[in-house]
């Protein structure tokens, strides 16, 4: 989420008539939180603020961006006019597509607002104003131009969304999180990001918040489904030979299916060429043309325009054969990944013994060595996130690390170790923490634990007897308040 | 101190101009790159001038000057380690020699004593002289090759370039050879020369008339200093012994040495946990021992195995797999182009010319060893490049690729690559490593398009497979008397 400068001369009044409401629907969102520390897994770091604005929607709700309320210790509730505050749950939210819905804890606090409705579908070239409130309560209005509508990448970067791209003179205001985009007074998006410096804004679009409202509308919130396959364009006409492709060239080769997803149980295999998805014919690019965006990129079929659970017509070409496949979408969680993507809200689960610390390998641990944790992280861990398909086939396991060593008796001589991938521990292989926990418990011949690992050392050795006789004294000189969370 | 401490050492100093052409790894069919340079060298026994091997690596022509003499004589290169940074060159004239004092070896200076360094760095044409003291002793990375380590003595004494290869002197005995220093920006009066003991070593190396290169053992060890790990592993509370960590697959401990061996002395000098042993007085880190030795010598190792005492005897020998993450010099770049495609096996060189950012790429050179990669791939065929053709137009996205199989058949080596490519059959289907499709190519289409191809990018050769040597070999003669 970028902050943006100060900018001056920048139009504040809308130039266009219904785009300035009679009442307001917005209020200010105020979180308080505090993430985890991945490098000391017992504690967290230290309390953060944020502000954004929310939009009333509907039935008492407010919806503002993931990002906003991540993490959080305590949301709230501000009216702007008033300035009267009451606190807030977060009753669903979803990482991926960076939406969360606000429910006050007293309904009665948002009467008085007139709840947004969506607006429909943006075309490119639609003017678009952006609502941001002044300090004293005022409404102020930016407006844009929608410049594309493509597939993008949204904050978890897990796969991408539907998203506006839009050219705005926007100012910064105190709320640098949730921008609410308006058209015709209608809810049209929510910001993404903003370059200041090119002014070019990244919204998530009614589309996608519309899939988030409905599906948050059910019992439980699938979030949105994904097929579980990689593909490249068939622009070669020697690949589209080589697979064996009749007909006119359209169409993409599916390059990797990823085990267990919905692609996979549909039968889809590596070297089909996929024609069409859901009855949307694909061309060689990977777009299909949607009736009101024009050329997108079929994932949107997939994503913002289909649930889990709902079943998608495939129509594809194995070695010039033509088929039809059915596949039915699924949603796959964080957890079920062998690294997974990300962990929020969430405590990280480790297990301290002696000073070393062991975790469970996530991307969320690498994200701790900042935005530019692909370079700066160590790169092997890197490397097994990304490659986990291929590294981690079956799937069904985590990758126990060991983090780093706390100087302590037990680990005179270890403490310049770090980063290292467990293996097994007292012989047995080690596919999770939980399992770790476990075999810590049955130590060798001797009172001996003793950690195999990948990389060197290739084995850490401690004595059970030592590790219980001053595990009191780690957790004091280190305000531990538990060895471990397994959860 | 008086002046001329060293006596005239402008009768043994020797001033080297090198012209070198420097491979291009992104167009590895073109000669390179010609460069000059300036370095110093010194006269020693049997007439012969010593220098850096960084002063004459590439070169195509050499010439030497001595002081009093108009003349440039020239010069070629009889002996060079680039895995120590040193060089021995000859020169055809007779006359060269003639009135000029072959230098001798001093041991290892003490620390804080003076020491003075003679070459022809910037700032004018005649010798000039730096002094300083002897800073510091102490393993140090040689950067010429970028992977080699050995005992390098850091001085007080400003150190330039055009000071390489030049004599350090104390007592009138050389000390050591100025080789490497740090820029006026990162550090100033840090400067390293090379020791005599690693000087001598190379000199008793090539006395049979060819340079063997330092040996390795192949293995990584962990300083035994936990206690729990000691008593696991059957030890005493003596402050002995290293824990064998990775036992290199390609090196001479393969088979004799396993991964949890506890080491405790070698060449019955015993090892101490912090993985120093005893020589001559003095306590120095354990690879000392191997450092002095020879390819073919033999070291004992006294280990324990699962408690029991074993025994070992390792023939020290080079390791080949490690070669690629050093500087490569004096060979042509070793490539194939077909269809346009550029294929080389990746090494430091390539590193360094393309800097690729690819995961993978990255990490099958940098794991190379350590993760034993280079048992299933002894060479890593890259797609490096693609010179743009109507024939390849869809081709840019695999670059960076590892070339995995051709038409079913494994790739292991560049040759593999050829030989694969020279008998395509109806179509060529090549498989990366990883998860993209195929590289499909039509051969007729490819044998249709070589002579544009290579006229286009001025491609003489279309491949080069063999690592052949680039210096003029010595003649053959007998070797040079001893000293």
């Given amino acids: 989420m970028s902050i943006f400068a100060a900018q001056p001369n920048a139009p504040t009044k809308s130039i266009i008539p219904g785009n300035k409401p009679k009442e307001l629907s917005l209020v200010r969102v105020n979180v308080t939180g505090q993430p985890y520390d991945y490098f000391k897994p017992w504690q967290k770091k230290a309390p953060f603020s944020k502000r954004g604005l929310g939009a009333v929607l509907q039935g008492g709700r407010v919806i503002v961006t993931a990002d906003l309320v991540a993490n959080q210790n305590y949301v709230e509730l501000e009216r702007a006019e008033s300035g009267d505050k009451i606190g807030a749950d977060v009753k669903v939210i979803d990482y991926e597509a960076n939406l969360a819905l606000l429910e006050p804890t007293d309904k009665k606090f948002l009467e008085g607002l007139s709840p947004l409705e969506l607006a429909g579908d943006t075309a490119v070239g639609d003017r678009i104003a952006a609502w941001q409130l002044e300090p004293t309560g005022a409404l102020v209005v930016t407006e844009g131009i929608v410049t594309t509508v493509q597939m993008m990448k949204y904050p978890v970067d897990l796969g991408q969304f539907l998203g506006y791209r839009i050219s705005i003179p926007m100012q910064y205001r105190e709320n640098s999180y949730t921008v609410p985009l308006v058209k015709n007074n209608k809810l049209a998006g929510l910001l993404l990001r903003f370059d200041p410096r090119t002014q070019v804004l990244d919204a998530i679009p009614a589309p996608i918040i519309a899939h988030f409202l409905k599906d948050a509308a059910k019992e439980h919130y699938a979030g949105f489904p994904s097929a579980g396959f990689s593909f490249f364009s068939t622009r070669d006409p020697q690949l589209r030979t080589f697979a064996g492709q009749t007909g006119k060239a359209a169409g993409v080769y599916v390059t990797a299916v990823e085990p267990h997803s919905p692609a996979e149980k549909a039968g889809l295999q590596a070297g089909d060429i996929v024609t069409s998805v859901g009855n949307n014919d694909v061309d060689q690019n990977g777009n299909y043309v949607d009736q009101f965006y024009g050329k997108l990129e079929f994932t949107n079929l997939l ?185 | ?387 743009p053709d109507p024939i390849n137009t869809y081709l840019s996205p695999y670059r960076g690729t590892i070339v995995d199989e051709v038409n079913g058949k494994k790739i292991k080596t560049l040759r593999d690559l050829a030989d694969a490519l020279a008998q395509p059959g109806d179509r060529l289907v090549l498989n990366m490593i990883g998860d993209g499709p195929p590289l499909v190519l039509d051969p007729k289409q490819v044998e249709a398009a070589r002579e544009r191809i290579k006229a286009r990018y001025n491609v003489q050769a279309e491949q080069n497979l063999e690592e052949q040597s680039l210096r003029a070999q010595p003649k053959p003669s007998e070797p040079p008397t001893k000293p």
């Avoid at chain 1, 310049?416 to 476990?438: H, I, M, Q, R, W």
């Avoid at chain 1, 195999?452 to 850490?460: A, G, L, R, S, V």
């Avoid at chain 2, 970028?146 to 290869?165: E, V």
């Fill in chain 2, 1 to 387: 101190m008086p002046a001329r401490p060293n006596g005239p050492v402008q009768k043994s100093l020797v001033r080297i101009t090198t012209t070198a052409v420097e491979p291009d790894y992104r167009a590895p069919w073109n000669a390179g790159m010609i460069a000059r340079g300036v370095g110093a060298g010194f006269v020693i026994d049997g007439n012969r001038i010593m220098t850096n091997a960084h002063v004459v690596s590439n070169a195509r022509f050499i010439t030497v000057e001595r002081d009093g003499d108009p003349n440039k004589y020239p010069a070629t290169v009889q002996f060079i380690a680039h895995d120590c940074d040193l060089a021995l060159l000859n020169v055809s004239s007779p006359n060269f020699f003639k009135n000029m004092i072959p230098l001798q070896f001093g041991g290892i200076p003490a620390l804080e004593s003076t020491v003075s360094a003679y070459g022809f760095p910037i700032g004018g044409e005649r010798m000039s002289i730096t002094t300083g003291i002897v800073s510091r002793i102490d393993f140090n990375l040689y950067a010429h090759s970028s992977i080699d380590s050995h005992l390098a003595i850091q001085i007080s004494a400003q150190i330039n370039p055009g000071n390489s290869g030049g004599p350090v002197m104390q007592d009138g005995k050389v000390v050591g050879v100025a080789f490497q220093g740090y820029s006026g920006d990162v550090a100033q009066g840090v400067a390293y020369m090379i020791p005599t003991p690693v000087i001598k070593r190379f000199l008793q190396d090539v006395s049979d008339g060819h340079y063997d290169k330092y040996v390795d053992l192949g293995l990584t060890y962990l300083k035994l200093l936990n206690p729990a790990q000691r008593h696991f592993l059957g030890l005493k509370d003596d402050d002995r012994g290293v824990l064998i960590e990775t036992v290199v697959a390609a090196g001479p401990c393969n088979g004799q040495v396993k991964s949890g061996d506890v080491l405790l002395s070698i060449d019955n000098h015993p090892i101490a946990s912090d993985a120093t042993v005893e020589l001559e007085g003095s306590r120095v880190d354990m690879p000392e021992v191997v450092e002095r030795k020879f390819k073919g010598d033999k070291v004992k190792l006294d280990m324990l195995r699962d408690k029991q005492p074993v025994s070992v005897t390792i023939a020290l020998d080079t390791i080949p797999p490690y070669m690629i993450q050093g500087h490569a010099y004096d060979v042509r770049p070793r490539y194939v182009v077909y269809g346009g495609l550029v294929f080389q096996p990746l090494d430091l060189e390539i590193m360094e010319a393309y800097q690729p950012s690819d995961l993978r790429l990255r990490h099958f050179f940098d794991y190379f060893v350590l993760e034993q990669i280079y048992v299933d791939h002894p060479e890593i065929i890259v797609l490096t490049n693609v010179l």
């Fill in chain 1, 303 to 487: 994503t913002s325009r289909a649930f889990s659970g709902d079943t998608v017509p495939l129509q594809i070409q194995r070695q010039g054969k033509p088929m039809t496949l059915s596949m039915t979408l699924e949603h796959r969680p964080a957890k079920d990944y062998v690294i997974p993507p990300y962990n929020i809200d969430q405590a990280p689960n480790y297990y301290i013994l002696g000073g070393l610390i062991l975790q469970e390998l996530s991307r969320q641990y690498l994200k701790e060595w900042g935005p530019n944790w692909q370079k700066e992280a160590p790169q092997r861990f890197v490397y097994l996130d990304r490659y986990q398909s291929e590294l981690y086939p079956e799937g069904n396991r985590r990758v126990v690390i060991m983090s780093q060593v706390l100087p302590a008796n037990n680990t005179i001589g270890y403490d310049d170790l770090a980063y290292l991938t467990v293996k097994k521990v007292n012989g047995k292989e080690v596919k999770s923490l939980a399992e770790f926990a476990e075999a810590v418990k049955q130590p060798l011949e001797g009172g001996f634990i003793k950690i195999e690992t990948e990389e060197d050392p290739k084995q850490i050795e401690l004595e059970a007897a030592s590790v219980a006789d001053e595990a009191q004294a780690l957790q004091e000189n280190y305000g531990i308040s538990s060895l471990q969370r397994l959860q």
